[in-house]
T-cell receptor, first 111, second 113 residues
């Protein structure tokens, strides 16, 4: 069956370090992948989109990679801050513009 | 901040009641979606619409129904609420075509007692 897997355990890191979150998928060949941030009790907020022909995408302190051979995307936050603490979701579009979301990884950045 | 609104934000209601969750967006987006999310779990698509008078069921079976009479409005209705309907309901919208990000509302936390 089609599946998206993100680290289910929370990631705890020290302020200033780089956070790396993983998104693995099976049985898909997505043309693109999206990352969202979700704060408790709020709706997700879009962060980045990366296409299958793009190895890497950057936006300020965020970097996303997309390896279609490994079926994996990595999401990096450099120089992390306590304000980066949230749950981060990856999402794929198998076809037709409907997204399928992973369950997310909770990131906690300690001062 | 996305221009997509949901009301109510919180709703506690008894079993058997009929409820309607409201969702409106002012961005003129053709596509709108309803997701259900339980704590710590992934979002599951329960309904979507690609335009006025177009509605489809999502991947997760739901007893709710939706309508899309106006571009900006996509309400969700439960005819008879049950405790199993207790969840967070998130509405989203996006532009037509592919590769467009979805804009989410703040969600409605529904509790059925």
């Amino acid at each position: 069956s089609q599946k998206i897997e993100q680290n289910s355990e929370a990631l705890n890191i020290q302020e200033g370090k780089t956070a790396t979150l993983t998104c693995n998928y099976t049985n898909y060949s997505p043309a693109y992948l999206q990352w969202y941030r979700q704060d408790p009790g709020r709706g997700p907020v879009f962060l980045l989109l990366i296409r299958e022909n793009e190895k890497e995408k950057r936006k300020e302190r965020l970097k996303v990679t997309f390896d279609t051979t490994l079926k994996q995307s990595l999401f990096h936050i450099t120089a992390s801050q306590p304000a980066d603490s949230a749950t981060y979701l990856c999402a794929l579009d198998p076809l037709g513009g409907k997204l399928i979301f992973g369950q997310g990884t909770e990131l906690s950045v300690k001062p | 901040e996305a221009d997509i609104y949901q009301t109510p934000r919180y709703l506690v209601i008894g079993t058997g009641k009929k409820i309607t969750l409201e969702c409106s967006q002012t961005m003129g987006h053709d596509k709108m979606y309803w997701y259900q999310q339980d704590p710590g779990m992934e979002l599951h698509l329960i309904h979507y619409s690609y335009g006025v008078n177009s509605t489809e069921k999502g991947d997760l079976s739901s007893e709710s129904t939706v309508s899309r009479i106006r571009t900006e409005h996509f309400p969700l209705t439960l005819e008879s609420a049950r405790p199993s309907h207790t969840s967070q309901y998130l509405c989203a919208s996006s532009e037509g075509g592919l590769e467009h990000e979805q804009y989410f509302g703040p969600g409605t936390r529904l509790t059925v007692t």
